[in-house]
């Protein structure tokens, strides 16, 4: 099934391109099926990219989903025209009376930056507290995984004295969890952070389940034990060139930026990077889609709050 977003979307006609099913809204209203629902709340600076990068993983799926761009009104973007912002994104106050069955919250590049420094942070509080009753399952990603781990258990993050740039190998510690059927027990998955979250903070917090770890990235999928919040610390949406794209941006910059780990065939920036992770970034989304938001949430969102604390994981 299809996911159904804009037609003038950049990312409708780039998907397109590589032959993945997306259809737009006036064909679907054709159709007697309801959508899930997704809430995107895009912090990234390259907005369209991420768009197409996280619409790849959402159509993915036998289920027709439809998905809504949230942006922050206390922080405007300053990298994609207003005219882009203005066609596509919503903000809170024109979404929060009304009820989705799955949300994202990216990353951004604020990982150096105390949580209450960031500008939009009490913006972004009141949307991750709204998505406790109005979202049947949110999925956080990078520094959105840590901002929310912060918000809800007080999980903290430390700065690295180097960045964690690369792609690592993972393993799967709970193979029972929905979140990774399929997965292999070691899978690979890329980061680019500067921070990360403190071990022993999630390990006391006895409403989370550690569900992928990495021996030199650490801490990669979290879960509450009902699956309504999941935590990415990594960046399994990138496309084969992302990583390469943000070395030699730092590189032009005159930044301090090693090549990324067990990207480059021999670490040789000069080589073609090889793209390891797409598969079990797809299997992530999907087993997301299927398990925690498709096959739980109610067909009538407006019972989303009633079901708040309901199914118990693995």
């Known amino acids: ?12 006609q780039a998907l397109g391109d590589e032959n993945i099913f997306v259809m737009h809204r006036e064909r679907a209203v054709r ?27 959402l159509a ?6 439809q998905f809504t761009l949230l942006q922050t009104a206390s922080h405007p973007a300053t990298h994609v025209s207003p005219e882009h912002l203005d066609a596509f994104y919503k903000t809170f106050e024109e979404v929060r009376q009304e009820r989705f069955d799955g949300m994202i919250i ?20 009141e949307i991750m507290e709204y ?11 990078c520094w959105g995984a840590q901002a929310a781990l ?37 899978f690979y998955a890329p980061h680019s952070r500067h921070s ?44 084969k060139y992302t990583l390469d794209g943000e070395y030699r941006r730092d590189l032009d910059k005159g930044l301090p930026i090693q090549p990324p780990a067990n990207y480059y065939p021999g670490d040789d920036p000069s080589r073609e ?15 997301w889609l299927n398990y925690y938001v498709y096959q739980n949430t109610p067909y009538d969102l407006a019972e989303l709050e009633a079901l708040k604390g309901r199914r118990a994981g693995v």
């Open 273 to 287: 990077p090889l793209f390891r992770w797409r598969a079990h970034a797809h299997l992530l989304y999907s087993n």
């Open 150 to 186: 912060y918000y809800h258990f007080g999980v903290r993050k430390e700065l690295f004295s180097q960045k964690l740039f690369g792609v690592f190998p993972h393993r799967v510690t709970r193979p029972a969890n929905p979140l990774v059927r399929g997965f292999d027990e070691v």
């Open 31 to 57: 159709q007697q099926i309801r959508p899930l629902r997704i809430l995107i709340l895009n912090l990234m600076p390259t907005k369209i990219t991420t768009e197409t990068q996280l619409a790849r993983l």
């Open 106 to 125: 990216t990353g951004a590049p604020v990982e150096t930056i105390p949580f209450e420094d960031v500008d939009y942070w009490p913006e972004l509080c």
């Open 1 to 12: 099934m299809p996911l159904i977003i804009p037609k003038e979307l950049p990312a409708y």
């Open 196 to 239: 990360g979250v403190v071990r022993q903070d999630v390990d006391a917090c006895s409403e989370l389940r550690v569900l992928a770890e990495s021996e030199e990235a650490g801490v990669y999928l979290m879960s509450t034990e009902n699956g309504r919040q999941i935590f990415v610390t990594g960046h399994p949406e990138y496309d």
């Open 60 to 65: 993915n799926s036998p289920l027709q989903v």
């Open 131 to 141: 998505s406790k009753t109005s979202v049947y399952s949110t999925l956080h990603v």
